[in-house]
C-alpha cells in the first residue's frame, strides 16, 4: 500500500536499519526497483524529481507508481517529491498523491542559490503545515552539499566567485539543525556531511574517511526524532564505470561514497539514502553492452530487459547492505 515517509522510517529507526530512496522516471525503472524489493521483501521509496514530473508527464508517473501499488500489494510503498523548490511545487506534489515530499529551502527558488536560515524556516514551515493536515510527510535540507576534498559546494555559493568553502561552512551545524527543527516540525532532514549529487564526488579512491561521519552521530544527538537522509548517496562503482568505458562510453576517472561508510552512517542515525547515479550507470552500461553484442537486434525489449535486470541488481545490493531486506 501507499505509505508515508513517516511510517517507513520510524520503523527503520526503532529497528536500526536503512531505507534507500531511488529516482524513478520511467516503466523501466520502477519495475527494476519493484522487482528488487519484492524478492529482498524490503519497503521502497520511489521518488521522483521536478525533471521527473516533467520527463514522463504528470499522468503518466502517478499511474505509472499505482501500477507498482496494485502488483505488488503487500510491499510498503513511498511516493516522494525529491527537491521540491517552492512551497507550490510541494502543494501540486501532494495534490497529485504523493505521500511524502521533500521542500528544499537549502536553496532559492531557482533551485542554485543557497538561501539564508529565515527563508529556509518560513518555507519548510508552510510546507509541513499544509503536508501534514494531509497525512504527507515532509523532509528539509540544511546545509551546502559538496566534496571535503575540493570544499566546492554544489551551490552556487555567492559568496565571492566559488571559493572553497571551510569544512564549517559546508556542513550541517547540530545547534542550527536543533532551532531548524523545532521551528519547522520538519520530519526527516538531509544534512550536508560531505556528499554531492552526481558521478564526479571525488577524483581518487577514497583513503580513510571520506565523508564526517562525526558529524551525523552529533546532528542525530541534537535531533534525535528527526530522520537524517544522505543526498549524494551513489557509490559510483568502478565495475559499472568500466562497462560503460568498454562499450564506448566516455567517463572522467571517479569515485563515489563506499557502501561501507554509507553503512556508519546509518549506524549512527541516517535513515534515508538517495541513490540515482548508481542506478543510470547500470542500465546505461547494460544498454550499450547489449547494443554492442547484437548490432543486428532492434526490439527496445532486447536492451531494455538487461537494463532492468542491471539496475534491479544495484537496487537488491543496496535493500541487502542497508539492513532494509526482510523488513517489509
Ligand atoms: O537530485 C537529483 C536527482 O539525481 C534527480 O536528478 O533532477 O536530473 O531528475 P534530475
Ligand atoms: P546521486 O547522484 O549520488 O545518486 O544522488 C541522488 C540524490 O541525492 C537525489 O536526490
Ligand atoms: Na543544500
Ligand atoms: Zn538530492
Not at 507550490?88 to 515530499?101: H, Q, T
Not at 571535503?148 to 566559488?162: F, K, N, R, V
Not at 577514497?206 to 537522509?229: F, Q, S, W
Not at 548490432?295 to 541487502?320: G, H, Q
Request: glycine content about 8%.
Amino acid at each position: 500500500p501507499l505509505v508515508s515517509m513517516r511510517q517507513v522510517l520510524d520503523h527503520a529507526a526503532e529497528n536500526g536499519y536503512g531505507v534507500p530512496a531511488f529516482n524513478v522516471n520511467n516503466l523501466e525503472q520502477i519495475q527494476a526497483i519493484l522487482q528488487a524489493a519484492d524478492a529482498t521483501n524490503s519497503p521502497v521509496i520511489l521518488q521522483a524529481s521536478a525533471g521527473a514530473r516533467k520527463y514522463a508527464g504528470e499522468q503518466f508517473l502517478k499511474n505509472l507508481i499505482e501500477g507498482a501499488l496494485a502488483s505488488y500489494p503487500h510491499l510498503p510503498i513511498v511516493m516522494h517529491q525529491d527537491h521540491g523548490v517552492s512551497p507550490a511545487v510541494c502543494i501540486s506534489a501532494i495534490r497529485f498523491g504523493f505521500s511524502s515530499v521533500m521542500m528544499d529551502g537549502s536553496l532559492r527558488e531557482d533551485g542554485k542559490t543557497p538561501s539564508d536560515f529565515d527563508y529556509n524556516v518560513n518555507v519548510s514551515r508552510e510546507v509541513v503545515k499544509l503536508a501534514h493536515a494531509c497525512g504527507v510527510s515532509v523532509e528539509g535540507e540544511l546545509g551546502c552539499l559538496g566534496s571535503l576534498e575540493t570544499g566546492h559546494g554544489e551551490a552556487e555559493d555567492g559568496i565571492g566567485s566559488h571559493r572553497a568553502l571551510s569544512r564549517d561552512e559546508m556542513l550541517t551545524d547540530p545547534a542550527e539543525a536543533k532551532r531548524f527543527v523545532d521551528a519547522t516540525g520538519v520530519d526527516a532532514l538531509a544534512i550536508a556531511i560531505g556528499t554531492s549529487h552526481g558521478a564526479y564526488k571525488f577524483t581518487s579512491p577514497p583513503t580513510g574517511e571520506v565523508l564526517a561521519i562525526d558529524r551525523v552521530r552529533e546532528i542525530h544527538e541534537a535531533i534525535p526524532n528527526t530522520h537524517l537522509v544522505m543526498h549524494g548517496a551513489s557509490s559510483v562503482p568502478q565495475d559499472l564505470q568500466d562497462i560503460i568505458r568498454q562499450y564506448g562510453g566516455a567517463l572522467k576517472p571517479t569515485w563515489g561514497v563506499p557502501v561501507e561508510e554509507m553503512q556508519r552512517a546509518i549506524q549512527f542515525g541516517v535513515r534515508k539514502i538517495n541513490i540515482d547515479t548508481d542506478l543510470r550507470l547500470a542500465m546505461t552500461g547494460a544498454i550499450r553492452k547489449t547494443m554492442a553484442e547484437k548490432p543486428s537486434e532492434f526490439d527496445p525489449r532486447t536492451y531494455l530487459k538487461p537494463a532492468i535486470a542491471a539496475m534491479r541488481a544495484v537496487c537488491e545490493a543496496r535493500y541487502l547492505a542497508f539492513g532494509a531486506a526482510g523488513q517489509a
